[in-house]
């Protein structure tokens, strides 16, 4: 399920259990557009999507520099990241690992 990060506290407050995956992303970033529909085919977990125009402490806290940046959490706490278009097998690969 999609859920788009309004503020830093509900961010924080969904970050905690189980295993999302958080996409780090704009509007006008192209490569952000076509992973889009590859998150909408995640079932498995929880995808939090960040804007990183509209929460740019959330992205600065993590140190993302370019995006799409997809961050990998198991209870909170970061366990590996993807930068740029990942296809959903590529994604589905690394969240095995968590």
Partial sequence: MIKHIQNETEFYDLL???????DFY???CGPCKM???ILDEIDFTDVLKVNVDE???I?????VMSIPTLIFFNNGLEQNREIGYRS???IKE???KL
Wanted: avoid cysteine; glycine fraction near 8%; charge should be negative.
């Fill in 16 to 22: 905690k259990e189980g295993k999302p995956i958080v």
């Fill in 26 to 28: 704009a509007d006008w």
């Fill in 35 to 37: 992973l889009l529909p």
């Fill in 55 to 57: 929460q740019p402490e």
């Fill in 59 to 63: 992205a600065k806290r993590f140190g």
């Fill in 88 to 90: 959903l097998e590529e």
């Fill in 94 to 96: 690394e969240f095995k």
